[in-house]
């Protein structure tokens, strides 16, 4: 018993707690995206404790937990740190919906099976290359409370978000060269998850840059 | 955005609340001296005519429900009822049902905090269920201890020894150096009020009001942020916990109007469940009983002491008693909760009948 409360004395603050599950949720959602964008190129399925759906649910009690404790930290003081609360909570169904898209991505090879991207795959791989490099961008500029660094993400990945929505575009149109319905799917598919993966990670970098009632929306839109 | 914690950029404001709480229980301890005194002052008259009004134990309890349910403390009915027992306005026997009463107008705060759920019907049920589950575990009490009170003095008697060996250890002598400072303050006053003991009584009260109103604020903002880690939903899983939580939290408080309210909103939100924290609002009956103990050390007088005990031993019993029959307390809320969410009058008037008709018109009718 103890033991137990001293352990609860060096947790922190509810407030400090919650913030720190974001951070985590972002770590995990990083070692999800490398995952399973490696089992759709390679079919190498990964062993049970990282396995994509494994790490899915330890984001989703990961948000759970941080809305618990926003929560509780607001019934016990109230208004203190109501706009830290409300931003965190926004930040946390962002990461949850990106380690669903992630979780898509795994999806696809599992369903599909042998999978041919064909002249895409250069593109593809840069994209990937460039979220890879995005999701440490977004968790050291949430550390740092960076709004410089984040409003620079934004800035950086809004062409990657409509490059992708363009090529749902061309596959949707006929334009691009896709040699079967299943992989015309399968790559519009791919793309629109992409897209969503970069625009949820932008959504979390607008939270810590822009103001409350334009998170989400792009920093030079002003209403 | 900044995420480092508002109330840490504010360093000073500790201190000051720290300052603010020594002011405040100054206060506190010199209302209970002044009020002592006051008491004294007013001769035997006055407690001829308290005893004879609280004679009747019914009417007692009923006024305890009352007057708490107006003053929504608990702590400061018990500590007028050991302030007036110190002063010899009240015999203990009067004075016990009146504390029992207390315990169960005091649970009128989180009901009323429930019902700012009263807009989704999901959230209300279970948020009433764990505010009207406080009610039922004090009625149910009430109803098996009041009769043995009454007949046998199971409260009294046991309450009087352990008061007894307490002052035979020297315990009463604790809070002496506090008389010391209080005294020439509650002196002053009574010569100001040139020996009028209903004047200096009414200062008193009002003073006793005062302090323990600011002194569970300020309390409550010295202690609440730092423990909210506390508010695990594992320490809930546990019903030992659970108890233990909710006796510790309402002794740094020194109310358990506000640590019984704060579970009302998470439970609503179902977090937590009403199983889950019925140990916890049971610990806080027994951890708001300090007050009224630290009051009686204060006064320092056996009678005091053991209205005191007998609150605190009050709500040992009733826990011991229920603990495994925790579900009857539960169901019955839960039952209330639901006949509530579906029709909202029925709240309002399980709040109209508990805390103030059936009192108004037992103590009318004992008139």
Same mark, same amino acid.
């Not at chain 1, 003081?77 to 740190?81: A, C, E, G, L, W």
């Not at chain 2, 019902?115 to 989704?120: A, E, V, Y």
């Given at each position: 018993m103890l033991k137990q409360l001293l352990s609860l004395l060096k947790e922190g603050s509810l407030m400090d707690q919650a913030y720190n599950e974001t951070v985590e949720m972002i770590n995990v959602l990083g070692n999800m995206f490398d995952m399973s964008v490696d089992y759709l190129h390679s079919g190498k399925v990964p062993a049970k404790e990282e396995d994509t759906y494994t790490l899915d649910k330890r984001v989703n009690l990961l948000e759970q937990k941080l809305r618990r404790h926003i929560y509780t930290h607001l019934v016990l &003081?109230?208004?203190?740190?109501l706009y830290m609360s409300l931003i965190l909570v926004q930040i946390g169904v962002d990461l949850e919906r990106v380690g669903d898209y992630i979780k898509n991505i795994y999806d696809l090879r599992r369903i599909i099976g042998d999978l041919s991207f064909n002249g895409a795959i250069e593109e593809l791989t840069e994209m990937e290359d460039k979220i890879r490099k995005m999701v440490p961008r977004v968790k050291a500029a949430l550390e740092k409370q960076d709004s410089v660094a984040a409003t620079q993400i934004q800035k950086d990945y809004f062409p990657l978000a409509k490059l992708c929505d363009q090529r749902v575009e061309e596959i949707l149109t006929g334009s691009s060269e896709s040699e079967s319905c299943k992989n015309a799917a399968m790559l519009a598919l791919y793309y629109r998850y992409l897209k969503r993966v970069v625009a949820h990670l932008i959504n979390v970098a607008s939270a810590i840059s822009n103001p409350y009632d334009r998170i989400g929306f792009h920093p030079d839109d002003i209403i | 955005m900044n995420y480092s914690s508002e109330s840490a950029r504010n360093w000073w404001l500790p201190v000051l609340k720290t300052l603010a709480v020594l002011a405040v229980l100054y206060m506190f301890f010199f209302s209970l001296e002044l009020m002592g005194n006051a008491f004294k002052l007013m001769g035997k008259g006055f407690a001829h005519r308290m005893i004879a009004t609280t004679n009747n134990p019914f009417v007692g309890l009923f006024i305890g429900v009352l007057v708490t349910s107006v003053v929504q403390s608990s702590s400061t009915v018990t500590s007028l009822v050991v302030g007036l027992v110190g002063g010899g306005a009240l015999g203990i026997t009067n004075a016990i049902p009146i504390v029992m009463g207390a315990n169960i107008g005091t649970s009128i705060t989180n009901i009323i905090v429930s019902?700012?759920?009263?807009? &989704?019907d999901v959230e209300f049920k279970r948020a009433f269920a764990a505010s009207v589950v406080h009610d039922f575990f004090n009625i149910i009490t009430v109803m098996w201890l009041l009769p043995l009170q009454i007949f046998f003095g199971f409260l009294q008697k046991p309450a009087h020894f352990l008061a007894e060996s307490f002052q035979n250890v020297g315990?009463?002598?604790?809070?002496?150096p506090v008389k010391a400072v209080t005294k020439p303050l509650s002196h002053l006053v009574i010569q100001l009020t040139g020996r009028n003991g209903i004047i200096c009584a009414i200062i008193g009260i009002v003073s006793l009001f005062v302090a323990l109103r600011y002194l569970v604020k300020i309390l409550k903002w010295l202690v609440v942020g730092k423990v909210e880690?506390?508010?695990?939903t594992r320490l809930f899983k546990n019903a030992g916990r659970a108890l233990i939580l909710g006796t510790v939290l309402t002794m740094l408080v020194q109310s358990s109007s506000i640590t019984t309210s704060f579970i009302v909103p998470i439970v609503g939100a179902g977090i937590l469940t009403i199983q889950q924290i019925f140990p916890y609002t049971m610990g806080a009956n027994v951890g708001t009983t300090i007050t009224a103990i630290i009051a009686a050390l204060v006064i320092g007088t056996p009678e005091a002491l053991t209205v005191a005990f007998s609150h605190l031993l009050f709500n040992v019993f009733g826990i011991a008693a229920i603990w495994k029959f925790q579900f009857v307390p539960i169901k019955l809320a839960e039952l209330l909760s639901g006949m509530s969410y579906k029709r909202k009058y029925v709240a309002f008037l399980f709040i109209l009948v508990t805390f103030f008709i059936i009192p108004l018109t037992l103590i009318f009718i004992a008139r």
């Open positions: &003081n109230k208004q203190q740190d | 019902l700012g759920h009263i807009r &989704n315990g009463m002598d604790l809070l002496s880690t506390w508010f695990k």
